[in-house]
């Protein structure tokens, strides 16, 4: 940890119960990330795929 990072007015534990619950992530390559470059984007691109998805689930 270098010096100049300032936790002085941090707080612990701010996002432990969330963590809990569990957590997602997603590393996005920087060519996506132009198109994409929040979690509503990629929620939202993602919930149109999922008729497709089920579409070729369903027919396996």
């Given at each position: 940890?270098?010096?100049?990072?300032?936790?002085?007015?941090?707080?612990?534990?701010?996002?432990a119960?969330?963590?809990?619950?569990?957590?997602n992530?997603?590393?996005?390559?920087?060519?996506?990330?132009?198109?994409?470059?929040?979690?509503?984007?990629?929620?939202?691109?993602l919930?149109?795929l999922?008729p497709?998805?089920?579409?070729?689930a369903?027919?396996r």
């Open positions: 940890m270098q010096e100049e990072y300032d936790f002085s007015h941090g707080v612990r534990g701010k996002y119960k969330e963590y809990a619950k569990g957590t992530i997603a590393i996005l390559d920087p060519e996506v990330v132009k198109f994409f470059p929040d979690s509503r984007s990629v929620n939202e691109a919930r149109a999922l497709i998805i089920r579409n070729h369903a027919a």
